[in-house]
């Protein structure tokens, strides 16, 4: 700290409960008229919403650029963030509050051209949205005194900073580290702790009871005022004198931005001098030694002359404490934010406080934690504290007690504390007239409306779709989808077809602000936006599947108008496209569409109609586009195969509501279903042009459709391996025919036997070949099934015990003699099941 008559510099570690204690203690004890504090000037006007009781940390400051929104960074404030402290002292002292930082319409313009010069911005920025993690206002050490080791996700308030052309400038300075090294301490973390945020408590206490106690002569009571003032400024003398000492020796320690950035700053500095008596600065406390250098503003101006500079715009945003935590990617520099909240609002019995809200949890899990627990966890980890030689136990002393004492050793429930707890997932609130692009603002309505809450937390949301409620819920999921904004997605597994049942899985982050600001771009509503992106997804497609995923898309999503166009593209997409894998491919998603669309009340007529066309033209094509492929070409047209006849077999029949009594004519679903019958038995009974994997499939669902019965199929599969049939193409006959279960073989054992003689005349070195495919077949049944297949090719199959006349021929699965007295008795108890049983029928079952 520096400190004149008119100006007062508080260096301060970003994100750090101590420092915002002292921050408020200084502000207190100096009562300054304008305060201005490390962060994007773009944001001066949205300065007095930190006073809003609607206002909930965390919280950060978005910056984008207006027209492309991708292109942003965030300035998170935490509850224990200083800046954030002095921006509710200014709001409640009525006091003037600006930013001072190096403007964001630089910030973002420069790391674009950074990285156009090949060099990287964003050294640890997260990949999956694209998102640059600018800066928060934070940095742990060299922010604290600086920019620790940031790049764009973790430095300081420059989203751009990275790596330079000169490897050796690349290397930065942590100043904490440099600090602690010199007071004797390997983990700069740990000597923060002991050297700030442990010492707190007692400052605080010390400074209650002076207050307390000045009730002397005027003299005494100013004595005493300038006493308590000295103390709150203290601290930040100290830590000022330290930074100057480190930037004397190594200049800018390797941040090659922040002089640009320090100059901007000083020419904030000197306006807010100018038009008040009292300015206080809260800044990293690694910039605190350049703002009290004397420079003149001639040479400031100089060093901002010719920056690129882009259009933006700013708003508040909520944040979580899972985004301030270094290992998230957007970090701040923090690993434990939920500990350093606890101590902030908790500065009295910080421990014990902290090991009842352990035990909480740990009970809320179903772990038995009683309050003996909880004493002899305090009394471990102060003991353990002092052992080591620490002011007051911290992370690494409470994490260590409570694993000996509450879990018994376990790193399983330790894990949920570190996840819950000293992470933890608080997820900010901004007020709901915070700035915002029309779309965010919709969207923030549509929330309250349906009673829909962004949570940090990951929950999961049934709904069932026959309540109003529910359903518009689900319409606006399905809408943010199409939109890709990621809030929620469908729970895997949950979802069945053809239900009135939806599982979503919930999460709100952070950088969703991102993804509507981007999806702003299509409209000022969800409604209207998903349209609008919905027809232009159609539109740009390049397969006709595609085409129909946004069609499938439109439906749930309740889009009514944007099907007109979609339907029209999927009309023309669909004439035009020969190609019968990319119908058949189309066809499965567009069938789903017609069939389940009306549980969301939703007209699906035209699709129905191309969907008929679609399987029209399919029934035509297939068995050319079967004929002469090689393996891999017949598996992938295999998979097609079985979804073409799924969907076909779902398109509405006689009983749906399509076809009444009322209405007697042709019914176009079951003469398609013929169609497609008669093309599967063409399938099944063509030569080798077609591939083995091809017809047994095909034989295989004809089968089980019931438009093939077991005698057929059997002279099918004798035909299939026959001696003159190549051993690897008989092998991909049965892996086709049997690929849909095998308890058909353990039904029918003539099928059985008919491999079975196969398999044991194919010749040595055939069998060698066709191995793995038999291998790969039956390693797809159920472990009953094998076992049951085992046991009756151990045996033998029952039909090559028997002979082949016609007076040997019995059921099948069946021997050739059937136990007559044993089939009576199961008669008998079948009977008395379905209450059929007469008085005679019990007399014979007694005499038997």
């Known amino acids: 700290m520096t400190a004149d008559d008119d100006l007062l510099l508080l260096g301060v570690r970003h994100h750090g409960p101590g420092s915002a204690r002292a921050v408020r203690a200084a502000l207190d004890a100096y009562r300054p008229q304008c305060v201005l504090i490390e962060g994007p000037p773009e944001a001066d006007a949205l300065t007095a919403l930190a006073g809003d009781p609607a206002m909930r940390p965390p919280v950060a400051l978005l910056a984008h650029v207006v027209d492309e929104p991708a292109r942003a960074g965030f300035w998170p404030f935490a509850e224990f963030s200083p800046e954030w402290v002095a921006l509710r002292w200014a709001a409640k002292a009525g006091a003037e509050v600006r930013f001072v930082d190096l403007p964001a319409a630089h910030t973002l313009a420069l790391r674009d051209a950074e990285a156009d010069d090949g060099a990287d911005p964003s050294p640890t920025a997260p990949d999956a949205q694209h998102v640059p993690a600018a800066p928060d206002i934070a940095g742990t050490g060299a922010d604290a005194a600086g920019d620790e080791g940031d790049g764009a996700a973790e430095g300081g308030s420059d989203p751009g900073t990275g790596s330079d052309d000169d490897p050796v400038a690349a290397v930065?300075?942590?100043?904490?580290?440099?600090?602690?090294?010199?007071?004797?301490?390997?983990?700069?973390?740990?000597?923060?702790?002991?050297?700030?945020?442990?010492?707190?408590?007692?400052?605080?206490?010390?400074?209650?009871?002076?207050?307390?106690?000045?009730?002397?002569?005027?003299?005494?009571?100013?004595?005493?005022?300038?006493?308590?003032?000295?103390?709150?400024?203290?601290?930040?003398?100290?830590?000022?004198?330290?930074?100057?000492?480190?930037?004397?020796?190594?200049?800018?320690?390797?941040?090659?931005?922040?002089?640009?950035?320090?100059?901007h700053m000083r020419l904030r500095v000197r306006e807010a001098r100018r038009a008040h008596a009292r300015t206080a600065v809260v800044c990293g406390a690694w910039h605190v030694p350049a703002l009290a250098a004397k420079t003149t503003a001639t040479a400031d101006r100089a060093l901002l002359k010719g920056l690129p500079k882009v259009k933006v715009e700013t708003t508040w945003v909520p944040w979580t404490h899972r985004r301030l935590a270094r290992a998230s990617g957007y970090g701040a520099g923090i690993d434990s934010p939920g500990w350093y909240r606890h101590l902030f609002t908790a500065p009295d019995r910080p421990v014990t406080r902290w090991m009842t809200k352990v035990a909480g949890l740990l009970r809320e899990e179903d772990y038995p934690v009683s309050s003996a627990h909880v004493i002899e966890a305090v009394r471990l980890a102060d003991t353990l504290a002092a052992m080591r030689g620490r002011p007051l136990a911290g992370l690494g002393e409470t994490t260590d007690a409570i694993r000996a004492v509450m879990c018994d050793g376990s790193d399983?429930?330790?894990?949920?504390?570190?996840?819950?707890?000293?992470?933890?997932?608080?997820?900010?609130?901004?007020?709901?007239?915070?700035?915002?692009?029309?779309?965010?603002?919709?969207?923030?309505?549509?929330?309250?409306?349906?009673?829909?809450?962004?949570?940090?937390?990951?929950?999961?949301?049934?709904?069932?779709?026959?309540?109003?409620?529910?359903?518009?819920?689900?319409?606006?999921?399905?809408?943010?989808?199409?939109?890709?904004?990621?809030?929620?997605?469908?729970?895997?597994?949950?979802?069945?077809?053809?239900?009135?049942?939806?599982?979503?899985?919930?999460?709100?982050?952070?950088?969703?602000?991102?993804?509507?600001?981007?999806?702003?771009?299509?409209?000022?509503?969800?409604?209207?936006?998903?349209?609008?992106?919905?027809?232009?997804?159609?539109?740009?497609?390049?397969?006709?599947?595609?085409?129909?995923?946004?069609?499938?898309?439109?439906?749930?999503?309740?889009?009514?108008?944007?099907?007109?166009?979609?339907?029209r593209v999927l009309a023309d997409r669909a004439a035009l496209d020969a190609d019968v894998a990319h119908l058949a491919a189309a066809l499965p998603a567009l069938v789903r569409a017609v069939r389940y669309g009306d549980v969301r009340g939703t007209d699906s007529a035209a699709l129905g109609t191309v969907a008929h066309g679609l399987a029209q033209r399919?029934?035509?094509?297939?068995?050319?586009?079967?004929?002469?492929?090689?393996?891999?070409?017949?598996?992938?047209?295999?998979?097609?195969?079985?979804?073409?006849?799924?969907?076909?077999?779902?398109?509405?029949?006689?009983?749906?509501?399509?076809?009444?009594?009322?209405?007697?004519?042709?019914?176009?679903?079951?003469?398609?279903?013929?169609?497609?019958?008669?093309?599967?038995?063409?399938?099944?009974?063509?030569?080798?042009?077609?591939?083995?994997?091809?017809?047994?499939?095909?034989?295989?669902?004809?089968?089980?459709?019931?438009?093939?019965?077991?005698?057929?199929?059997?002279?099918?599969?004798?035909?299939?391996?026959?001696?003159?049939?190549?051993?690897?193409?008989?092998?991909?006959?049965?892996?086709?025919?049997?690929?849909?279960?095998?308890?058909?073989?353990?039904?029918?054992?003539?099928?059985?036997?008919?491999?079975?003689?196969?398999?044991?005349?194919?010749s040595g070195e055939s069998f060698t070949d066709v191995l793995p495919l038999l291998r790969r077949t039956f390693s797809d049944f159920e472990p009953g099934v094998r076992r049951s297949v085992g046991e009756l090719v151990r045996r033998g199959p029952a039909v090559a015990r028997r002979g082949t006349g016609p007076a040997d021929a019995g059921l099948p699965g069946f021997g050739a003699d059937l136990d007559d007295r044993r089939a009576d008795a199961a008669a008998h108890t079948v009977r008395l099941l379905l209450g059929t049983l007469t008085t005679t029928d019990l007399g014979e079952l007694g005499d038997d």
């Open 172 to 263: 930065r300075i942590d100043p904490l580290a440099v600090l602690a090294r010199t007071a004797g301490y390997e983990d700069p973390e740990r000597w923060w702790e002991d050297a700030v945020e442990h010492r707190t408590a007692a400052g605080h206490s010390s400074g209650t009871d002076g207050a307390d106690g000045a009730t002397g002569t005027t003299a005494d009571a100013q004595g005493a005022e300038e006493e308590r003032r000295a103390a709150a400024l203290a601290p930040f003398a100290a830590l000022a004198e330290a930074m100057t000492a480190l930037r004397e020796t190594y200049g800018d320690g390797g941040h090659t931005r922040d002089p640009v950035r320090e100059a």
């Open 412 to 567: 399983v429930p330790l894990a949920l504390i570190q996840d819950r707890l000293v992470v933890g997932d608080v997820l900010g609130e901004v007020p709901p007239d915070a700035p915002a692009v029309p779309l965010a603002r919709d969207l923030a309505r549509e929330q309250r409306a349906l009673r829909l809450k962004p949570e940090a937390l990951e929950r999961e949301l049934e709904l069932d779709l026959r309540k109003d409620l529910d359903a518009a819920r689900s319409r606006l999921l399905h809408r943010l989808r199409l939109l890709r904004i990621g809030w929620g997605e469908p729970a895997a597994g949950r979802n069945g077809h053809g239900t009135f049942r939806e599982a979503w899985r919930l999460r709100w982050e952070p950088e969703a602000a991102i993804q509507v600001a981007e999806a702003g771009i299509w409209g000022t509503t969800v409604e209207s936006a998903a349209s609008a992106r919905a027809e232009d997804l159609a539109v740009h497609a390049t397969t006709l599947a595609e085409v129909t995923a946004v069609a499938e898309q439109c439906l749930p999503a309740g889009l009514s108008g944007a099907l007109p166009t979609v339907m």
């Open 618 to 762: 399919i029934c035509v094509g297939f068995p050319a586009a079967c004929t002469g492929l090689d393996a891999d070409a017949a598996r992938s047209l295999r998979t097609h195969l079985d979804e073409v006849h799924r969907a076909i077999g779902l398109l509405p029949g006689p009983d749906a509501p399509a076809a009444t009594a009322a209405a007697p004519g042709p019914d176009p679903a079951r003469e398609l279903r013929d169609r497609w019958a008669a093309v599967l038995r063409t399938l099944a009974e063509r030569d080798e042009s077609i591939p083995g994997l091809l017809r047994g499939a095909a034989a295989r669902l004809l089968m089980d459709d019931g438009r093939l019965d077991a005698a057929e199929a059997a002279r099918l599969m004798g035909l299939a391996l026959s001696p003159g049939t190549p051993p690897g193409e008989a092998a991909a006959w049965i892996e086709g025919f049997l690929a849909g279960g095998g308890i058909l073989l353990v039904h029918d054992e003539r099928l059985l036997a008919l491999i079975d003689g196969w398999l044991a005349g194919v």
